[in-house]
T-cell receptor
Framework: TQLLEQSPQFLSIQEGENLTVYCNSS?????LQWYRQEPGEGPVLLVT?????EVKKLKRLTFQFGDARKDSSLHITAAQPGDTGLYLC??????????FGQGTELSVKP | DTEVTQTPKHLVMGMTNKKSLKCEQH?????MYWYKQKAKKPPELMFV???????INESVPSRFSPECPNSSLLNLHLHALQPEDSALYLC??????????????FGPGTRLTVL
């Protein structure tokens, strides 16, 4: 069974701080997606990474895919209250299924 | 355009009611999914349709019945649900067959409450 371990599960920080969320697995994934979700809404895609070692930037967010395609990280620089939400990593496997991490609840206080 | 739409936004039903959830996408995607999500947990896969055919049923109880009338529409028919079925139901779509591009796009969800 393929698993994605996401950490930390909860993160409460002040506006302006930096943070990193990690997703780790012993399995290889063909792709890895990061989503952000607000309460009562569907997950919104932030990025898809497919190549080992890939780094993608989205404004203050930096995403990395590990060389072996078994792990990924999301780094947020100078967090803002609007970054508050549930962050989910999800690995693509055979048959189009996604394996989700447990999620990281981020709270950014003004 | 990466939009998946879902109706209704909210649904309250009794345990003897029959209702349906609807999902629509116009991105030309040929894979569509139903997920169930409890508060602050990741989505749990229920069903996968590929080219309008059911390809995955994750041992979902028969009180949930999916239907894919065409490549743009996905329905979830609900009957005799239990209070523990209350959750956010999410629809997603993707392009199947491209192993390195498994990106799924989610709809806004239907908040279901079973009384």
């Amino acid at each position: 069974t393929q698993l994605l371990e996401q950490s930390p599960q909860f993160l409460s920080i002040q506006e302006g701080e930096n943070l990193t969320v990690y997703c780790n697995s012993s399995s290889v994934f063909s792709s890895l997606q990061w989503y952000r979700q607000e309460p009562g809404e569907g997950p919104v895609l932030l990025v898809t990474v497919v190549t080992g070692g890939e780094v993608k930037k989205l404004k203050r967010l930096t995403f990395q895919f590990g060389d072996a395609r078994k792990d990924s990280s999301l780094h947020i620089t100078a967090a803002q209250p609007g970054d508050t939400g549930l962050y989910l990593c999800a690995g693509g496997v055979q048959g189009g299924k996604l394996i989700f991490g447990q999620g990281t609840e981020l709270s950014v206080k003004p | 355009d990466t939009e998946v739409t879902q109706t209704p936004k909210h649904l309250v039903m009794g345990m003897t009611n029959k209702k349906s959830l609807k999902c629509e996408q116009h991105m030309g995607h040929r894979a569509m999914y139903w997920y169930k999500q409890k508060a602050k947990k990741p989505p749990e896969l229920m069903f996968v349709y590929s080219y309008e055919k059911l390809s995955i049923n994750e041992s979902v109880p028969s009180r949930f019945s999916p239907e894919c009338p065409n490549s743009s529409l996905l329905n979830l028919h609900l009957h005799a649900l239990q209070p523990e079925d209350s959750a956010l139901y999410l629809c997603a779509s993707s392009r199947p067959g491209l192993a390195r591009q498994d990106t799924q796009y989610f709809g806004p969800g239907t908040r279901l409450t079973v009384l």
